[in-house]
């Protein structure tokens, strides 16, 4: 089936992003418990004016003009005739507008499923009737409380813009409603049409069931036409009609036939279903959360006379709400702020200190050093809380382990190894609560694999076979978890780095087919593509010859698809780019040329998408400084001040880039023995300068000897120069 939704369509559904605004089109087969139908607004003017003359009123001569004019025309005759009541147009419209049981509200219901806020002009309560849910958040002219949840992500709303039947007051009907609503509004009024501003401008707009001739829908585009020069938003209709140059705010989704509205609201659906699939676990939850907790505070609404001990309850799940909403934003801080308000209230919330665990937890992954740890702690503090209240909590657990995993990796040697221990006794608490908890068996695979980096020889290898097991038992439970695919594959590829002969390219292969299966149940995984790529590629360097190129090629091709997918992961650009200036060293003359320019290439497009990507300038410098070692003359020079220049910009973005200081010095002293005299002279002093430079910054002892071993190297050729010189 062809896919009909525009592309920033599909980023505003996939961004929770979206408001679907709702015109009369979607009540025109709609029926009243008298079993009229409500059509359009010239029936309603119609049947309006047929039970004004059954109640006795003059209307004969209004008849000829609902022929001849627009049913607004009508209304403004009506409104201005003082023998008509009010109440008797009360009286109508609460009757014409009370909807029968049993319409079918299917597209109501679909349309929420595709945005949990709607705005419409209907007076009618079928998105009421549809999902009873909107009863309670629905909100109108005077209902400013309600009118602010259009900013609380997961916050369901229902704006009738124009009021709704059940309060006739509300209603803007007459002319002089809508005067006062758009052109001199009234300080209710004012509010909601701030709150449709702040929405236009903020807020992609699906307009459905809106006719281009609909005079309610006109003075909405009015609105925003008058925006038009202040905003960028982009907002869409589904039409019928060709849409003239002034509505150019407006991307037409074009049928032919109104009965295809519902083909393209399930397309639509489908995005935003595939969308939440790739949320964390924890995302899904906090959803899950708030609506369960939206359906309990709507049981609490309907309670008479509730006690102290209720209020207080209602009250701590209105906080335990508001946190869930900032969990949902990212507002960790705020967000836990509410949780410990809420078990103030209400101290054996459980839901609260777990959710606060969590957004603790992700408030330290943005911290370094005492302050992240302390979070942490905090955070298992709260856990530890939610736990005593509901034993069985394997949700608390599972993610106590992956905070005391994510501590870990910030310590080393045997205090990091103790909270890996701590944090796969976690997992063992959840698992045994809940056997099928395959994210724990994942995580916990994560974690082993984390734990034997940080091993030698065989402890390394036992480690990681327990990793695979782990794995494994998570594929069992979810046989579609193309995480643990992809993380398995990186596991056998880190314990091939760490063998030898025919066993390296056993385990690497058998990496590659995790991916191949990661692939197989997630075509777009880009992280799996780009994984096989730098396996690929790492293969190839325990090769020679045609074999060694054969399989960097792949390797190129694995980033290739990685990054058809994910066009700005910087991450390929610059392994591709190290990987081509690996395969340029087993080349010579125009060949390798080739391959190095390439690389820079890689590096460039790399450093487009991440500006402080430092690696990328470092090894742009590597690459040039090995490219010059192939010329001669002022081409070479050229090659090596090409590369200081991207040293320094590495070494701007990174202090103590070690590498990068190490590598200058190198180049320095290979562009010194090309030149005598007191040139060469200054050259080795730079160079010695960038080596000592290199030196004062931390690195393995390895790299420190070498680092010594040149800088003696280039002190010797240096007095030998001055020997000679003097």
Known sequence: MQNRVPNDLEKAICN??????????????????NKQPLKGWTNLVEQMLGHLKQKGYDVDYLLPVLSRQPPIKVLDLIESDN????????????????????????????????????????YDTAFEKAIPLLRKNRAYKGKNYELTKHKETGAPLLFKLHGCFEDVDSMVLFPSAYQNLYK??????????????????????????????????????????????????????????????????????????????????????????????????EMKQLRQQFEAIEMKLLKFETEINPNQTKLLEREAFKYLLKGVNCSLLGKHEEAIVEYETAVELKPDLHEAFYNC????????????????????HQAFDKYQQAIQ?????????????????????????????ALYHQAFDKYQQAIQIKPDQQSAFYNWGNDLGNLAKTKTRSEVETLYHQAFDKYQQAIQIKPDKHE???????????L??????????????????????AIQIKPDKHSAFYNWGTYLAELAETKTGSEAEALYHQAFDKYQQAIQIKPDKHEAFSNWGIYLGNLAETKIGSEAEALYHQAFDKYQQAIQIK??????????????GNLAKTKTGSEAETLYHQAFDKYQQAIQIKPDKREAFNNWGHDLGNLAKTKTGSEAKALYHQAIDKLQKAIECEGNSDDMDNIYAMKMEYELALKNLHDSIT
């Open 16 to 33: 929770d992003n979206l408001i679907v605004f709702v015109g009369a089109g979607l009540s025109y087969g709609l029926f009243n418990i």
């Open 83 to 122: 023998n008509i009541p009010k109440k008797e147009i009360s009286d109508f419209i609460k009757d014409f507008l009370d909807l029968a049981e049993d319409n079918d509200f299917t597209l109501h219901e679909k349309l929420y499923q595709l945005s949990n806020k709607i705005v419409t002009t209907n």
């Open 184 to 281: 001199n509004p009234t300080r209710d009024a004012e509010h909601s049409i701030l709150v449709l501003k702040n929405i236009i401008l903020n807020k992609s707009i699906l307009f459905i069931g809106a006719g281009m001739g609909d005079f309610q829908i006109n003075n909405l585009f009015e609105e925003i036409r008058k925006l038009q020069g202040d905003y960028n938003q982009k907002h869409f209709i589904i039409t019928k009609t060709p849409i003239d140059s002034t509505l150019n705010f407006l991307t037409p989704i074009s049928v032919s036939d109104y009965a295809e509205i519902e083909t393209i609201i399930d397309q639509m659906i489908s995005i935003k279903k595939n969308s939440i699939d790739k949320e964390s676990e």
């Open 357 to 376: 665990g969590n957004a603790l937890g992700n408030s330290a992954k943005t911290k370094t050093g005492s302050e992240a740890e302390a979070l942490y």
């Open 389 to 417: 209240i509901k034993p069985d909590k394997h949700e608390a657990f599972n993610n106590w382990g992956i905070y005391l995993g994510n501590l870990a990796e910030t310590k080393t040697g045997s205090e990091a190894e």
């Open 484 to 494: 643990a695919f992809n993380n398995w594959g990186n596991a056998l590829g880190n």
């Open 496 to 517: 091939a780095k760490t063998k030898t002969g025919s066993e390296v390219e056993a385990l690497y292969y058998q990496a590659f087919d995790k991916y191949q299966q």
């Open 611 to 624: 500006p402080d990507e430092h690696d990328a300038f470092y090894n742009w410098g590597t690459e040039l």
